[in-house]
């Protein structure tokens, strides 16, 4: 079959990459920035190239995201946080306003944003996921900001000079 697929790969060196931490929940999102850090840092992404800001909790995030895009500095960003179950209906507001944020300013600005702002039921479960979830968020930046360049360049292949 003549269909071809194309998978970006995870190779960083010479991408720009912003962050954007939440610091309520500081145990885990701590945890959530050093697994990204040392991921980008292992998939080839300058240490000159990595911007890190810190914001009180997940509802800032996306404004910050928006702010960061803005600038045209970068090819992707990530967002970290923890927004952990309590016993009021914040937790669902908290949750679905944030990810809806992210979402919004990636498709706005048109550059990728790895979404590693965790929700879970309680402190346990976020202190197991934050090393991989950091991990994960690190290689899905890198993978959509390559991705985002190939198919770019599709639109600057030359004309058929037969024309």
């Known amino acids: 079959m003549g269909i071809e697929v194309y998978t970006a790969d995870t190779q960083g060196e010479g ?8 610091r309520f929940n500081q145990p885990v999102c701590e945890a959530l920035r050093q697994a990204c850090l040392g991921e980008l ?5 300058g240490e000159e190239d990595i911007f890190v800001c810190t914001v009180p909790g997940a509802l800032e995030v996306p404004l910050t995201l928006k702010r960061l895009a803005q600038t045209g500095e970068f090819d992707a960003l990530i967002a970290l946080g923890a927004v952990i179950r309590g016993e009021t209906y914040h937790f669902e507001l ?10 919004r300013v990636s498709l706005d600005h ?3 944003i ?3 702002i965790l929700t879970t039921e ?4 976020a202190e197991v996921r934050a090393v991989e979830k950091g991990t994960d968020a690190a290689r899905v930046a890198i993978e959509m900001a390559n991705l985002g360049d190939s198919i770019a360049s599709l639109s600057e292949l030359p004309e058929d000079e037969s024309e």
């Not at 908290?94 to 979402?103: L, M």
């Not at 309680?122 to 479960?125: G, R, T, Y």
């Open 41 to 45: 840092l292992r998939l080839g992404v």
């Open 122 to 125: 309680n402190d346990e479960q």
């Open 15 to 22: 991408l720009r990459i912003g962050i954007v931490q939440a």
């Open 114 to 116: 790895a979404n590693a």
């Open 94 to 103: 908290v949750s679905n306003e944030s990810g809806s944020g992210v979402t």
């Open 110 to 112: 048109d550059i990728p």
